[in-house]
């Protein structure tokens, strides 16, 4: 049975090795799938790192709270900041147009006299509470402050954009009623005059630090590279579904199946030899998916992929992503007729479990139902395995579930095919 | 095996319809090959020849009836009859990217040979049906007689005690002809059972030493070819023979 196994596998390499465009399916695609998905989000979020977001400022207050503003917006990497259009000073509604126009993504405008309200309804604040008078509500003058938006312009970006922007104006909007606050006290009380200039500073008692919540030993960072690598990855080993759908397929089409089945020797064995063949190519497939991240993405100015801290984990979790994507294949070409049904049947398939497994959008930013589906794709138990070994540092245990849950599809696809397959010689 | 029982195929009353079919492809056919006969199964088009050798490879189950193969059932012992048959389809049963010994090996390991064996039945083979100089050239280079004969061995690499043989010379040029039907008397000379079907009857008439003639899968006659022209009037060969039973109206 060793012989005819090792046959049937010296048989599929070399089938494989004659067919150049499948090969390059394999492998030529992938790497491409990497370096272009790569390259396009890194540069995407390089460009708004490096340049800032195009924000167009009218500063009609001309007082503090404008000059602050801009100040603050001025210094800051992520914004790239304008105060005029076309070589003249930017207005509200020349602001507007030029952000309705595309030209900037965000339009901020500070109102006239928006400083001196501050200012007022501090003053007003700090009378009251000095002549213990009860507050007045209608003496207090309100700042609006226009936050102009791009209407093509994605909303969970600009939501995380104009959230800070609103916390950044909300600061200085503070720091000014604080800085004001300070000079009524220190004009109604003059004994005060050496109290803290700044109490603003001294309210900050609230620091924010951000640290990611993985297990490793804090060399792994988030980056396009760590999410997209595993990701087109795992897109690229499922993609072998088509050229072993199209082999078993070929085989049934050239006759080589109706010869096979007269011989002694089952079929089973036959199918195996493709497995023992498809399961090499994924791994190879991993290897240089892993060697594209580690070598060549640091050549093209991306940062470098980090493995994590369990190879045991990755090689245990690769071959069960292999199984199960062998596996697909195997049901693929035995429930199609034609190879042009497997290769519609495969491609879509993939593209929908892919699409359903967090490949292409995060599932975490999914609408519920779907994030509820997405726990049923055999590529989303594989990449939040990956994303566990390389974004957490996760351990072979850790990915034990995903690995087992990959398995079982490859055993239920195997079961599939083999009823399948003895239904279709029941004639 | 009985080696008293001249028979190597008894087939009792073998019934086959397939699903979705509103006539049985084989209705009932009972008839025995002997031991190193060369038996040729003849029929026009759907007159059930196909099927019959089909389910003798154990391709799929009779519907019904018995099949047995050199004193074993079909039915309960197809593992051990198929290391002693040996089929050549009439399509090209071959992998069109791989050379003639890579389909070769492949082919013969999986009738269990291997090693030494298995090189030298590839070697001979090859030699035999002028083959030797063009072996390591893919088989989709090869003319339409090369891949005919790449396909004949194929199925007796192994020697097998029954070959069947389906149309094997359709489309090849005199010259294969020749030369495969030459070995295939040698192989028979040898003490191979051979089963064949062709729609070629000056070749059958030739080649076989007993025929036998079904349509709507039922047998009209059966015997040598000498006897089947003796018993029709006015037969002078046996594609008259062939004609005045299944009639001239076209088949689809």
Redesign the interface.
């Known amino acids: 049975m060793l012989h005819k196994l090792l046959a049937t596998v010296k048989k599929e390499i070399l089938l494989l090795l004659r067919d150049k465009v499948g090969l390059s399916v394999l492998f030529i695609m992938p790497v491409a799938l990497i370096l272009v998905m790569t390259l396009i989000q890194d540069s995407a979020f390089k460009s708004i790192n490096e340049k800032g977001i195009p924000v167009v400022f009218v500063d009609e207050d001309q007082d503090s709270l404008g000059l602050q503003i801009k100040q603050g917006l001025l210094s800051n990497d992520l914004v790239y900041l304008s105060d005029s259009i076309d070589s003249k000073p930017a207005s509200s509604q020349s602001a507007k147009k030029a952000v309705s126009e595309g030209r900037f993504l965000v339009g901020i405008v500070i109102p006239k006299g928006a400083t001196a309200a501050i200012r007022k309804n501090v003053s007003v604040l700090v009378n009251e509470t000095m002549n213990g008078t009860p507050p007045a509500a209608e003496t207090a003058d309100s700042v609006q402050i226009t936050i102009l938006i791009d209407p093509i312009a994605k909303q969970s970006f600009l939501n995380a954009v104009t959230s800070n922007l609103r916390e950044f104006i909300s600061e200085v909007k503070t720091k000014i009623m604080f800085q004001t606050f300070s000079q009524q006290v220190a004009e109604l009380i003059p004994d005060k005059q050496n109290a803290p200039r700044n109490p603003y500073q001294r309210s900050q008692i609230i620091h924010y630090n951000e640290v990611y919540a993985s297990t490793a030993t804090g060399k792994i960072v988030p980056n396009a590279v760590q999410h997209n690598v595993p990701a087109w990855t795992i897109f690229a080993m499922f993609f072998i579904a088509i050229p072993l759908s199209n082999s078993i397929l070929k085989e049934k089409t050239e006759g080589s199946v109706f010869r096979l089945h007269t011989m002694p020797t089952p079929y089973l064995l036959l199918i195996m030899g493709k497995i023992v063949v498809y399961v090499l190519v994924c791994l190879l497939q991993f290897m240089l998916m892993l060697a594209v991240g580690k070598f060549l993405l640091p050549q093209l100015g991306l940062p470098a992929l980090v493995l994590g801290n369990s190879m045991a984990g990755i090689f245990v979790l690769t071959t069960a992503t292999a199984l199960a994507a062998t596996g697909f294949g195997v049901t693929v070409g035995t429930l199609a007729t034609t190879d042009h049904q497997a290769a519609i049947m495969g491609s879509l398939s993939i593209l929908l479990l892919s699409a359903l497994g967090g490949i292409w959008v995060p599932s975490y930013v999914m609408p519920e139902v779907m994030r509820n589906i997405s726990a049923f794709s055999p590529l989303n138990w594989s990449l939040e395995g990956f994303y566990k070994l390389f974004l957490r540092g996760g351990t072979v245990t850790d990915i034990l579930p995903d690995a087992i849950k990959l398995l079982v599809f490859f055993f239920a696809m195997m079961g599939i095919s083999y009823l399948a397959n003895r239904k279709k010689r029941k004639v | 095996m009985n080696m008293s029982n001249p028979a190597i195929i008894d087939i009792y009353d073998l019934k086959k319809t397939?699903?979705n079919a509103t006539e049985p492809a084989v209705n009932g056919i009972s008839f025995s090959i002997n031991r190193n006969e060369i038996f040729g199964l003849l029929g026009p088009n759907g007159a059930g020849k196909t099927t019959t050798i089909s389910i003798l490879?154990?391709?799929?189950?009779p519907g019904s009836g018995k099949v047995l193969i050199d004193g074993k059932d079909l039915h309960t012992e197809l593992?051990?009859i198929?290391?002693i048959?040996g089929?050549v389809?009439q399509?090209?049963?071959?992998?069109?990217?791989?050379s003639a010994r890579?389909n070769l090996?492949?082919?013969g390991?999986?009738?269990?040979l291997?090693g030494k064996q298995l090189q030298d039945n590839i070697e001979r083979w090859l030699h035999k049906l002028g083959l030797t100089e063009a072996a390591n050239r893919?088989v989709s280079t090869y003319s339409g007689g090369m891949k005919r004969r790449v396909n004949l061995i194929?199925?007796v690499l192994h020697s097998p005690k029954i070959l069947f043989l389906d149309e094997p010379t359709v489309g090849v040029d005199v010259q294969s002809r020749n030369v495969i039907i030459e070995h295939l008397k040698e192989l028979n000379a040898g003490g191979t059972t051979i089963i064949y079907t062709s729609h070629h009857m000056e070749e059958a008439e030739n080649f076989c030493t007993r025929v036998c003639i079904i349509d709507h899968g039922k047998i009209l006659t059966q015997g040598t070819p000498a006897e089947l022209i003796s018993q029709n009037a006015g037969s002078t060969n046996l594609e008259h023979v062939f004609l005045n039973l299944t009639n001239r109206k076209l088949r689809d």
């Open positions: 397939f699903k490879c154990g391709l799929f189950p593992h051990s198929k290391h048959i089929i389809p399509d090209i049963a071959l992998y069109p990217t791989l890579e090996a492949f082919y390991s999986m009738y269990g291997h893919k194929a199925g």
